[in-house]
Nanobody, 125 residues
């Protein structure tokens, strides 16, 4: 298990950009797939993007082209760059991790074993 701490959320206007960061504890960060998920009020948690240990990425279809996930293994950090934000992007964004040995499906939150506390992103119209 790793401990995850997200940051970078906030209140922005439609069309603005934000970059979320998630720092992981431990020395084997490079062996983990990392994901971003979000949950809006009254809705189920949904996948946003993920990146595995070989830098293969996954994006939710509706977010392709606006969101970019990346990782810096030297800093134990995964990022989510969010551009052209819309009010419907308002949600709590969670960072998650899973070790490669579990052969995770990058789109499936149930496959991720460690979760951060979440960071609020609010986009005003």
């Amino acid at each position: 298990q790793v401990q995850l701490v997200e940051s970078g959320g906030g209140l922005v206007q439609a069309g603005d950009s934000l970059r979320l960061s998630c720092v992981a504890s431990g020395r084997t960060f490079g062996s983990y797939a990392m994901g971003w998920f979000r949950q809006a009020p009254g809705k189920e948690r949904e996948s946003v993007a993920a990146i595995n240990w070989n830098d293969r990425t996954y994006y939710a279809d509706s977010l392709k082209g606006r969101f970019t996930i990346s990782r810096d293994n030297a800093k134990n950090t995964v990022y989510l760059q969010m551009n052209s934000l819309k009010p419907e992007d308002t949600a709590v964004y969670y960072c998650a991790a899973v070790h490669y040995s579990r052969y995770p499906r990058l789109s499936e939150s149930a496959d991720f074993t460690s979760w951060g506390q979440g960071t609020q992103v609010t986009v005003s119209s």
